[in-house]
């Protein structure tokens, strides 16, 4: 069983920085990619960073030059770090992980419970 839980978040100035972090425990093999979600209210979930093991990324276009995903494999933690934020980057983020728990039955994704990110004007 793996779980992942994501924490710092909270409320933040415009213009101000925040480090997001999720972390995976349990039967973990390898952590395949890890992807940081959010969700706005009354919006669709959307797919904000993305990365593979390997070290590349990809970004959503809304945050690209303000955001950077990055991992740590010696703790199975990855981090979002959010710079020069805005408004519209309030909401729920959540941490999804392609995790290798077995090297027989192979991989698959575990959310975690998200952790809300409030952006004041």
């Known amino acids: 069983q793996v779980q992942l839980v994501e924490s710092g978040g909270g409320l933040v100035q415009a213009g101000g920085s925040l480090r997001l972090s999720c972390a995976a425990s349990?039967?973990?093999?390898?952590?395949?990619?890890v992807h940081w979600y959010r969700q706005a209210p009354g919006k669709q979930r959307e797919l904000v960073a993305t990365?593979?093991?390997?070290?590349?990324?990809n970004y959503a276009d809304s945050v690209k030059g303000r955001f950077t995903i990055s991992r740590d494999n010696a703790k199975n933690t990855a981090y979002l770090q959010m710079n020069s934020v805005k408004p519209e980057d309030t909401a729920v983020y959540y941490c999804?992980?392609?995790?290798?728990?077995?090297?027989?039955?192979?991989?698959?994704?575990?959310w975690g419970p998200g952790t809300q990110v409030t952006v004041s004007s």
């Open positions: 349990g039967t973990i093999v390898s952590i395949n990619a």
């Open positions: 999804k992980a392609i995790v290798r728990w077995s090297t027989l039955l192979g991989a698959r994704d575990y």
């Open positions: 990365i593979i093991s390997g070290g590349s990324t």
